[in-house]
């Protein structure tokens, strides 16, 4: 039941306003959580009325949200992340209003998600791309930065030819001028969005850079730019919105790089953690 809604919100994006596809995004990054929604607190996250969302309901070919709830429900029960005493316990805890144990459940949800997006057609797409283009920059600003640093860094372990975006020259050149044959790039973004990151996306598209963008359920520009849209959620029910979950996607393309470029990057590793030793040094050296 869950991929025949899944499959007909993918379908919807293609024919969908600019508010439905807002809707289809959120609800594709938090399928194990839209069950627990009503119309208005749907509406009430993603910005659009809570008309719309019955109106949309009826396209994807629901009477109302409630029959699109039930059609997620049914299923989510038998979901094997729920076994175990203590998830059970939590899970108890959550339908009975503790808050905690309601992130808890959604964060594991989010977590299958990302581990649901690693079995697609797009990431298999991403990953082939990523291993073997010869310049593979990243991009991430604001609180992301951090993120985009760390799955830079992590890649270079593993290929050469990996940087991190830089906007100290005030241009982006060392990426827009390269040859879009043996470029791509990967951006990290959530909102609010860094015009930074929209602008590097446009001119990479105007460009033929490929774009693998990671994001949240409610960028509305990423699927018109991106070669490839990874939606992570975000909404936990803590008091600032996550972005947790993309460090664990970024773990997740490193592992699927790892595999696609096989052992024999072995050597490189080695050659650039004896670097790391020599110049920066490690605990106990």
Known sequence: MTESVRRRLVESLATATNAEKALANYMLANLNGVPFETSATLAAKVGVSEPTV???????????????????????????????????EFRDRSQNGDALARSLELEIAALLRIYELANTKEWARAVKRLATSPQLFVAGFQTERGIAQYFANQLQYLRPGVQLADIAGGNFSEILLSPSKSTCLVIFEARRYSRLNLLLAQEAKKAKIPITLVT?????????????????????????????????????????????????????MNKVSELHGKITGYVGD
Do not use: H
């Open 216 to 268: 949240d359920a409610f960028c509305d520009w990423g699927r018109d730019l991106a070669d490839e849209m990874f939606v992570v959620p975000t909404e936990f029910g803590m008091f600032w919105e996550s972005t947790a979950q993309m460090a664990s996607l970024g773990n997740l393309l490193i592992n699927g790089i790892f595999n696609e470029l096989g052992v024999a990057i072995e050597g490189r």
């Open 54 to 88: 019955g109106r949309f309901c009826r396209t994807l070919g629901y009477a109302r949200f409630k029959d699109l709830k039930e059609d997620l429900r049914d299923n989510i029960g038998a979901q094997p992340w729920l076994a175990g005493d203590r998830l059970k």
